[in-house]
Every structure is written in structure tokens, then in C-alpha cells.
């Protein structure tokens, strides 16, 4: 064996096995399905229903132990009130999916950012799934891209079998509502209007005609299941709200900035397309918070020691406004309650003046609570720290999502350059 071939086997030694020390087996403290929040776990059957078993090595957290990984649903403990009173949780590059077989025959060359099949996704309480769609191999496509052009190298599907996957999931909860936010590159004549027909989405659509401006209230949740307005689409191209009845997305959302720049502290900029934050233009607030590069193993830190903070100051930049989504990468990874938390948090305060929505009591005024175990909170969120966190099954070793996240951009900026 030459010098070069044993330094190469002596680099992968050092970066795998701290990887595989992580996943040290442990043993449960309690009876299988029956481990509460934070309790010792060792598989996933440990845990009582809604809970996942996992680490947070990013924490300093190597045991195992059970966290949360589903969403208590806010019209579910406050019914009736207009759509946009509620904060709903959004998943970043929903289709972006670890482990996702390549559908081009050609190796993945990319990055990832959730974990779980959109389906799973939309079971543990996402509500609103952030797509980017391209043109490709004759068809319409989930894809990352170089330059605005997806590559067989970054595709991951044809994007009917996602939107399928929807129409399975609001034929199946009739009460339900998703929101589909489109970082559109489609150029294909009428391409979009037709996907979702194929997809046979139309009978679910929200006519955008009927979508309230200039800041106003949305219908409640009653109305909109009531006359099965249940699917929200918006494009970022704004020539297809006239061109094929699909809304704008800046026509009726405030956003502030996605990636590293959103995510430093006390400051919530707006995003250059949006109308400033507390301009009241619009009624939905879309957070954004995920960086610019996604890690999965960091993702528990992020969700447990900035997500709170980052609502704070956004909450303050918005001139007292809630976000109605909250948007994010490996929605289910954090520090024990995550996200899930933070928007249990948002919804209690917006709706009923309590700590967490599910202290809020039917008919009660605002402010009377269920004693839940924990203190009210003032009326801004504040940040929070917890322990534990979920690796999950599907999900990528530290050395894949960092050096080998590296190496893939390495190997993407070499094969982007053989293309001119």
C-alpha cells in the first residue's frame, strides 16, 4: 500500500468512527411505548406516541433519548378564526429528501434538507411545503439547480408524484389545509395549471380571486373546509397569477430573509421581494428559518438555542406580528421539543393568550388557561433551551453531511464546468 492510499485510509478512519460512536446503543428506563419526553430511550418503540428516539451530538447530547416529532394542531384546540391567526408549520425543500432513490439514473449530486417523505411529513403536522419546480426531461420537476436549470445530477422526481401525495392527504383529513409555496422555473405554456390538474388537485383549489389583499383577514378555517378551499398554491412568478389563475406570492406574503442572513441574532431583515415587515401590505408572515447551507446534525441547536430568539426580534420587526409559517430544514430534529414547541408557543399566545395551545380552553376568555405544567409566558416569545434530540433512522452520519457535502460540491462546481 503507497503513502497516499494509507493517508487516505487513515483520514476516513478519523472522520468515521466519532460518527459511529454517536450511535451507541442505551438502555430505556421505562416500559416499551411508554418513555414520556426526555426520558432514556433506545429505539423508537420505547417512546409513547408522538415521541422519536434519538441523540443530539451538536448539544453534547450522545444518549439517546425521547423527543417530539409531531404538531399538536392549532384548529384542533381553538376552532373557527381566520386562516391567517394561526401559525402553521413549513418544510423547506420538502421534497429535498434524504435517501430519496435517484428517479434519473445518474448519482445525486446536492444537498438535502428534510428526512421524511412529504407524506410523513404532512402526517406529524406540516401544513405548508415549499417546492422548487423546473423544466426537465419534457416534464415538470423537483429539482435543485445551477444557474435556474436543473440537472440530472440535482433532480429528485417528477413533481405529479409529490402533488399526488398531497391529494392523497386532503382526501383522506377533509378538515385539513396545505399550503404549496412554488419557487417556480416553469416556462412550459399553462405547465403548471395542467400539473395540478393531472394531479387532481383543482377540486381542492383556493380560487385566487376569492384571496383576501392589502392586509386583510383570510376566511376562517370553518369557511374554507366548508366550501373545500383547502389547497393554498402561490408561485414566485408573477405573470401565472393572470396567465393561469395561480397566486403571487408576493402579493400576499411578507417574508423575511431566507438563509444565513435571516438567522442573525436581533435582526429580521426583509426579503428583497417583500414589502417591508411591518408594512401591513399583506396578511400572512412568512419566517424563514433555515441556513444557507444545510447540516443535518446541527439542525437540534438551531431549533432548541435560536428559533425562539429569531421569532422574538422578527415578532418586533413585523410591528407585533406573529408568523403564520414558520419554515425549516429536518423539521423533526431538536433539543427535545423543537419546533413543534415554538409554534405551540406562537399559537397559544395569538390564540388564547397562553403559554402553549394546549392550555387553551374552549369559550374561555383570553388569558384563562389549563394548567399544563408550565408557567405562562409574556406576550413576546422568549428563547428557551431543552435537552435531547432525534436522529432518525433515514438520515445521513455527520461525515456525510459535512465533509461529504464538501466533496459533492467539489464534484458539482468540476461537472458544471465540463458543461460551457
Excluded at 380 to 401: C, D, H, K, R, W
Amino acid at each position: 500500500m503507497n503513502h497516499a492510499a494509507l493517508l487516505l485510509l487513515l483520514l476516513l478512519l478519523l472522520l468515521w468512527i466519532p460518527a459511529l460512536l454517536l450511535f451507541r446503543p442505551s438502555s430505556a428506563t421505562c416500559a416499551p411505548r411508554s418513555c414520556q419526553l426526555l426520558d432514556s430511550c433506545s429505539t423508537a418503540a420505547d417512546c409513547s406516541a408522538g415521541l422519536y428516539c434519538g441523540s443530539c451530538p451538536a448539544s453534547g447530547n450522545t444518549q439517546p433519548t425521547c423527543v417530539r416529532n409531531q404538531a399538536n394542531l392549532p384548529t384542533s384546540f381553538v376552532k373557527g378564526l381566520p386562516f391567517n391567526r394561526y401559525t402553521w408549520l413549513v418544510t423547506h425543500n420538502s421534497f429535498s429528501i434524504v435517501d430519496e432513490p435517484s428517479s434519473t439514473g445518474v448519482p445525486r449530486v446536492t444537498f438535502y434538507n428534510q428526512e421524511d417523505t412529504v407524506t410523513n411529513q404532512l402526517r406529524n403536522g406540516v401544513r405548508g411545503l415549499m417546492l422548487d419546480m423546473y423544466d426537465f426531461e419534457n416534464d415538470i420537476w423537483l429539482c435543485h439547480s445551477f444557474q435556474g436549470q436543473c440537472y440530472n445530477f440535482t433532480a429528485f422526481e417528477p413533481a405529479i408524484n409529490t402533488l399526488k401525495e398531497v391529494e392523497a392527504f386532503l382526501s383522506q383529513n377533509p378538515s385539513e389545509i396545505v399550503t404549496i409555496i412554488i419557487e417556480d422555473y416553469v416556462h412550459a405554456l399553462k405547465g403548471l395549471s395542467k400539473l395540478f390538474a393531472d394531479a387532481g388537485l383543482v377540486k381542492f383549489w383556493y380560487p385566487v380571486s376569492e384571496m383576501p389583499r392589502n392586509g386583510m383577514d383570510w376566511p376562517s378555517v370553518t369557511d374554507m373546509v366548508a366550501k373545500n378551499h383547502r389547497l393554498l398554491v402561490f408561485t414566485s412568478d408573477a405573470s401565472k397569477e393572470a396567465s393561469e389563475g395561480i397566486a403571487f406570492q408576493w402579493h400576499y406574503f411578507l417574508e423575511n430573509e431566507a438563509g444565513d442572513p435571516g438567522l442573525l441574532p436581533g435582526s429580521c431583515p426583509n426579503r428583497k421581494e417583500s414589502q417591508p415587515l411591518n408594512s401591513r401590505y399583506a396578511s400572512l408572515f412568512l419566517q424563514n428559518y433555515f441556513p444557507t447551507m444545510p447540516f443535518g446534525n446541527e439542525a437540534c441547536k438551531e431549533h432548541s438555542v435560536g428559533l425562539a430568539e429569531m421569532v422574538d426580534a422578527c415578532f418586533r420587526a413585523a410591528g407585533n406580528m406573529m408568523p403564520n409559517f414558520i419554515a425549516v430544514n429536518f423539521y423533526m430534529r431538536s433539543n427535545g421539543g423543537g419546533v413543534f414547541d415554538i409554534q405551540d408557543r406562537i399559537n397559544g399566545l395569538s390564540l388564547c393568550g397562553c403559554s402553549t395551545i394546549t392550555a387553551c380552553q374552549a369559550g374561555a376568555a383570553t388569558g384563562v388557561c389549563k394548567n399544563t405544567g408550565s408557567s405562562n409566558l409574556p406576550s413576546t416569545i422568549t428563547g428557551g433551551t431543552y435537552s435531547g434530540y432525534v436522529e432518525l433512522s433515514g438520515s445521513v452520519s455527520s461525515f456525510q453531511f459535512s465533509v461529504g457535502l464538501v466533496v459533492q460540491l467539489v464534484v458539482a462546481v468540476l461537472l458544471l464546468h465540463s458543461l460551457y
